[in-house]
């Protein structure tokens, strides 16, 4: 059973940065694909910012220019570099490693980090 644990979350002015950490184990990481996804008072959850085993990138346009995915295969970690966060960037912000085979979907999640943008 994979196991992911995010870190780096915070208080933070509005216009400040933040770096998201998220730590996996008991997993392939390198043939993951990983995510952040979000999830603010009383709305869905909503995906971040994606990153594919080949290092391809995707992001929700709310993010982009302003948000970077990034992994380590050494280190088994996925980052998410918040610049220019504004309060609406406030909400619990979740990671996300799924893959498929033929037989089987996997997919797991950490346990969040609260991100507050708030002066």
């Known amino acids: 059973q994979g196991q992911l644990v995010e870190s780096g979350g915070g208080l933070v002015q509005p216009g400040g940065s933040l770096r998201l950490s998220c730590a996996a184990s008991r997993i392939i990481f390198r043939i993951y694909t990983m995510a952040w996804y979000r999830q603010a008072p009383g709305k869905q959850r909503e995906l971040v910012a994606t990153?594919?085993?080949?290092?391809?990138?995707n992001y929700a346009d709310s993010v982009k220019g302003r948000f970077t995915i990034s992994r380590d295969n050494a280190k088994n970690t996925v980052y998410l570099q918040m610049n220019s966060l504004k309060p609406e960037d406030t909400a619990v912000y979740y990671c996300?490693?799924?893959?498929?085979?033929?037989?089987?979907?996997?997919?797991?999640w950490g346990q969040g980090t609260q991100v507050t943008v708030s002066s």
């Open positions: 996300n490693a799924r893959r498929s085979d033929p037989f089987k979907q996997y997919d797991y």
């Open positions: 990153i594919t085993s080949s290092n391809r990138t």
